[in-house]
């Protein structure tokens, strides 16, 4: 079963806005991570946040994490048309590592 | 630069086949993993291994078997391909957990097509 479900599934941004995605989840964490996806390829990890931590950046990227509410939110400032990819976000269970159904991002020109 | 190889990128097999899906990490990771990701359903775990001989199932096993006898060779077997296995398998790889989860190094993919 999912245990991290994105929103929006799409999403559609001029280059150069910010994009925001988010992520909830169902059960306690000890960390959650967030993956992208170039059409046809494979993840490529972005960014881990630990179930102690509420905020993290790292480039253009911004990752905040609320356990109380069970929730993550990705934010990539300043879009490129290289960010077109699909997002993911990751949780543990147990001792797996459980994928949400992703959030396709589409810069526009 | 971390690697991990799947030795097919795109496989087309025909039903009652059986299939073997190599996966080789040059990283001396012990976990490793097989996904499958299909439109509209995500990423979901096959099969994954903590260490050498070693295997444990993930949420949709039926169908699939591994094998790992050496610790940079993960392999996911299709006894009996079916069409209903036709998508994008994923293997993974990455360190120890020890209690908080590690980034998983990812292959590029194989995708079957099971006639």
Same mark, same amino acid.
Do not use: R, W
């Given at each position: 079963s999912q245990q991290g479900e994105e929103d929006p599934q799409a999403l559609s941004i001029q280059e150069g806005e910010n994009a925001t995605m988010n992520c909830s989840y169902k059960t306690s964490i000890n960390n959650l991570q967030w993956y992208r996806q170039n059409s046809g390829r494979g993840l490529v990890h972005l960014i881990l946040i630990r179930s102690n931590e509420r905020e993290k950046h790292s480039g253009r990227l911004r990752v905040t994490l609320d =356990? *109380? #509410?069970k929730s993550s939110s990705l934010l990539i400032t300043a879009s490129r048309a290289a960010d077109t990819a699909s997002y993911f976000c990751a949780t543990d269970r147990y001792d797996k590592i459980?994928?949400?159904k992703g959030t396709r991002l589409h810069i526009l020109p | 630069d971390v690697k991990v190889t799947q030795s097919s990128r795109y496989l087309v097999k025909r039903t009652g086949e059986k299939v073997f899906l190599e996966c080789v990490q040059d990283m001396d990771h012990e976990n490793m993993f097989w996904y499958r990701q299909d439109p509209g359903l995500g990423l979901r775990l096959i099969y994954f291994s903590y260490d050498v001989k070693m295997k444990? #199932?993930?949420d949709i096993p039926e169908g699939y078997s591994v094998s790992r006898e050496k610790k940079e060779r993960f392999s996911l077997i299709l006894e009996s391909a079916s069409t209903n296995q036709t998508s994008?398998?994923?293997c993974a *790889? *990455? =360190?120890p957990w020890t209690?908080? =989860?590690g980034e998983l190094f990812f292959g590029e993919g194989s995708r079957l097509t099971v006639l």
């Open positions: =356990t *109380s #509410k459980i994928f949400g | 444990e #199932k993930g994008m398998y994923l *790889s *990455s =360190t209690g908080h =989860t």
